[in-house]
């Protein structure tokens, strides 16, 4: 499973808008980019996946340049529940599904 | 939606005691996973199960063993809990023809104590 690397920590304001990028070298062909968020005392939830370019749902959008190689999280004007831990892992070319976490970044929003 | 119970938020049990977590699905996964979440070390999976009475070692399953007699059940047992035992768990489950590669579904978790 291809190993990721994304900034420990990020402060951010309420209305801004927030980007997070993860970088992937050895992101196979078959692995897609998948992001969760986890906030206090709770489980991660699933909230973005992509494969390659752009991906946008009601949460987050995604953005993948053509080599693979990094992603970027970008998360429309933040408010103080955005703060979390969101966690980037490279899923699907094992086959076993399992998930790799890393140590995610953590999100402070603040008024 | 789906629905990932734990059957505890919050326990504590003595060192030398025998711990069960127990893990209840709601949308028939065949995989199912426990993790345990500690400061700076992140999620690191213990075991799965990809069917009823299949499991496998994940990562740290030193000290641990699960028991799957039921697609949507799944439990991990501390044989004999130690201090070092003291962490968050968590339970996931998936689905091996999910649209979404690799999706899990996360339990609210549990924290356990080992005093």
């Known amino acids: 499973l291809a190993k990721t690397t994304q900034p420990i920590s990020m402060d951010s304001y309420e209305g801004q808008e927030v980007n997070i990028t993860c970088s992937h070298n050895?992101?196979?062909?078959?692995?897609?980019i998948t992001w969760y968020q986890q906030f206090p005392s709770q489980g991660p939830r699933f909230i973005i996946q992509?494969?390659?370019t752009k991906v946008t749902n009601e949460v987050a959008s995604l953005f993948i340049p053509a080599d693979r190689k990094s992603s970027t999280l970008s998360l429309p004007r933040v408010s103080l529940s955005d703060t979390a831990v969101y966690y980037c892992?490279?899923?699907?070319?094992?086959?076993?599904?399992?998930?790799?976490f890393g140590q995610g970044t953590t999100l402070q929003v603040k008024p | 939606d789906v629905k990932v119970t734990q059957s505890s938020r919050y326990l504590v049990k003595r060192t030398g005691e025998k711990v069960f977590l127990e893990c209840v699905q709601d949308?028939?996964?065949?995989?199912m996973f426990w993790y345990r979440q500690d400061p700076g070390l992140g999620l690191r999976l213990i075991y799965f199960?990809?069917?009823?009475?299949?499991?496998e070692k994940g990562d740290i399953p030193e000290g641990y063993s699960v028991s799957r007699e039921k697609k949507e059940r799944f439990s991990l047992i501390l044989e004999s809990a130690s201090t070092n035992q003291t962490s968050m768990y968590l339970c996931?489950?998936?689905?091996?023809?999910?649209?979404?590669?690799?999706?899990?579904?996360f339990g609210p978790g549990t924290r356990l104590t080992v005093l």
């Open positions: 996931a489950s998936g689905s091996r023809q999910a649209l979404i590669t690799d999706t899990q579904y």
């Open positions: 050895n992101i196979a062909t078959n692995d897609y």
């Open positions: 992509g494969y390659k």
């Open positions: 892992l490279v899923v699907g070319s094992s086959n076993t599904g399992k998930l790799i």
């Open positions: 949308m028939d996964h065949e995989n």
């Open positions: 199960s990809y069917d009823v009475k299949m499991k």
